[in-house]
């Protein structure tokens, strides 16, 4: 990989190690030291109207500010003088064998952000040993990615209340060799994305004046992604959704594929007698939810708001997380909205967690250096987790528990 913690202490920052094939990334990586560096480099490098789609939310953007102020709200209560010194960072998810207790979520076009973005990430979560999950509004087509990463890479569908349409997406995931399927469960309705037109980014994609002008005033994205994808790949397309043709991104057809209002709990129950894999469903805020989810033998749920992407008012989902958690029963618990240091992700672990996915900050990472970035990301994240965990006083990720955290306004237990 192309970082690696410095000493077993991770006292010092890590140091930029580029694969052979990717040294001309080492300078990029250089200064890189928490996922919000790359962030800040990504607003640098992309377009205007893409990195508003990807670090954008909905409406007053009230959700998406939530996410990463719920953090805050918890503090560590450490112990100490307990022997870390064989601690680690693995975990089992789902029946997968992970080296680190998060993985990437699902991001769609993300091929328009980094160069083959898709496959990029895959590649570097099956060398990390994390699983990654290929969003259904993707640009690259599943099978292409299932392949990068097998077992580790997982499909994310945005399925429509049609039975037919749902069973035929269901067999290609299968087909493709995809184990775990992630139905998303929140998106009723296409969500205010006021900051999206703001920007002048469309779906369909509008090429036009503005566009142009920020691909010239924005070389290396436009060589390196744009003009690279179209000589190589061809024109972008949704390649994964319920149509049966892929869909180009300029065609206006890309505006109606997504419109799931009369999904309901009946379809979780055709999927799951048609999935023989892990079913995961993404998306739920609500306790009563959970139960319904663990009555239609569903494995795994993913307490999440859509990363503040939806519904602008929707909760936090770390303030509903133990609440879910309890209701869960046997099935996985994951988390995601608004994890962006290690010691967030060991917060969402006490909190109930049994997993977490981080999004926007992959992306950003694979936009500013490719597999190198993403690679260099996982290694940050895991690094931090570690060296908190040390702070902590804890030797393995099932140690995290409530009694680690103290919510702001409680009282102090002695």
Known sequence: MNATPSDSRG?????????????????????????????????????????SYIHGGVEDNHSLHANLAAFREYEFIPRVLNDVSARHTG??????????????????????????????LARAARLARIPMVLSGASLTRMEDVAAEAPGYAWFQAY???????????????????????????????????????RAGFSTPLRPGPRLAWQGLTHPRWLAGTFVRTLMTLGLPR????????????VSRKAARQFNRDNLSWSHVALIRRLWPGRLVLKGILSPHDARIAAEHGVDGIVVSNHGGRQLDGAVAPLRML??????????????????????????ALALGADFVFVARPF????????????????????????????????????????????????????
């Open 322 to 347: 133990p609440a879910v958690a309890a209701a869960a029963g046997g099935m996985a618990v994951m988390f995601d909205g608004g994890v962006r240091r290690g010691g967030d992700v060991l917060k």
């Open 11 to 51: 006292e010092t920052p890590l140091e930029v190690q580029p694969l052979d094939s990717a040294r001309r990334y080492a300078r990029r990586l250089r200064g890189k030291l928490s996922l919000a560096d790359f962030e800040h480099a990504a607003r640098r490098h992309l377009p205007h109207p893409i990195f």
């Open 91 to 120: 975990t089992e998810l789902l029946g997968l064998a992970c080296d680190a207790p998060f993985g990437i979520g699902p991001m769609g076009i993300s091929a328009l952000a980094a160069y083959d973005g898709d496959r990029v």
């Open 238 to 249: 949704f390649e994964n959704t319920a149509n049966e043709v892929a869909v180009p991104v």
């Open 363 to 414: 992306l950003y990472a694979a936009a500013v250096a490719g597999e190198p970035g993403v690679a260099h990301a996982i290694a940050l994240l895991k690094e931090e987790v570690r060296r908190n965990m040390a702070s902590l006083g804890i030797r393995t990720i099932g140690e995290a528990g409530r009694e680690l955290l103290i919510h702001q306004r409680a009282d102090p237990q002695g």
């Open 159 to 197: 399925l429509p209340g049609n039975d037919a349409q749902a069973g035929r997406m269901v067999g290609r995931a299968e087909a493709a060799g995809f184990r775990t399927l992630v139905l998303t469960v929140d998106t009723s309705a296409r969500a205010n994305r006021e900051n999206n037109v």
